[in-house]
């Protein structure tokens, strides 16, 4: 799953179209209920398990896309 992809789950999630690859989750207004549905969506399209431990570690597009990267 590349950035542009995870920038959209991003930008559905929080309904803010300002998301870009170092746009930090929880200072936009995110939070541990909205970082599940972040962690559903990218577990539906692309196979991926992560945990909020993990989103914690990489609240950004561009670091999530590097860990989704590592573990695929």
Do not use: H, Q, W, Y
Request: proline residues 3%; negative net charge.
């Amino acid at each position: 799953m590349n950035v542009d992809a995870v920038s959209d789950i991003f930008r559905r999630v929080l309904e803010n179209a300002e998301v870009s690859a170092d746009s930090d989750f929880f200072v936009m207004g995110g939070d541990s209920l909205l970082a599940t549905r972040v962690l559903s969506a990218i577990a539906r399209a692309c196979g991926v398990e992560l945990d909020f431990d993990d989103f914690a570690d990489a609240p950004t597009p561009g670091a999530l896309a590097k860990k989704i990267a590592s573990m695929a």
